[in-house]
């Protein structure tokens, strides 16, 4: 797609500049300007991969903690119903 865009921009600083001097010029800093625009978004880009890949292993590392905390939840729970019901016990004697 940028190289399309770098395409059609050539063209259009060529026909638009035609008779002039510095046509050549004109077009090759377009040219430079649109490769350092594509470099700059492929970077963008790595980076934002890198970001999501981060990111999902956050998450994973997250419902990992959370499953834990699932368990050691209800581990509680039955622990406090059997010192309950023993607590019940005593009191009934």
């Keep these: 797609m940028v190289g399309k ?3 059609v921009t050539v063209l259009v600083f060529a026909t638009l500049c035609s008779g002039c001097a510095g046509i050549r010029q004109t077009a090759e800093q377009s040219l430079q ?3 350092a625009a594509q ?3 492929d970077a ?4 934002a991969d890198e970001a999501r890949q ?5 998450q994973s590392t997250a419902n990992q ?6 368990a050691a939840q209800a581990c509680c729970d039955a622990t406090n119903q059997r ?3 023993v607590f019940e016990q005593s009191q009934a004697k």
């Design 44 to 47: 963008a880009r790595r980076l």
């Design 83 to 85: 010192l309950d019901r």
């Design 65 to 70: 903690a959370l499953s834990a905390a699932q």
């Design 5 to 7: 865009l770098v395409g």
């Design 39 to 41: 470099s700059a978004a």
């Design 33 to 35: 300007a649109a490769q």
């Design 54 to 58: 981060a990111a999902t292993g956050a």
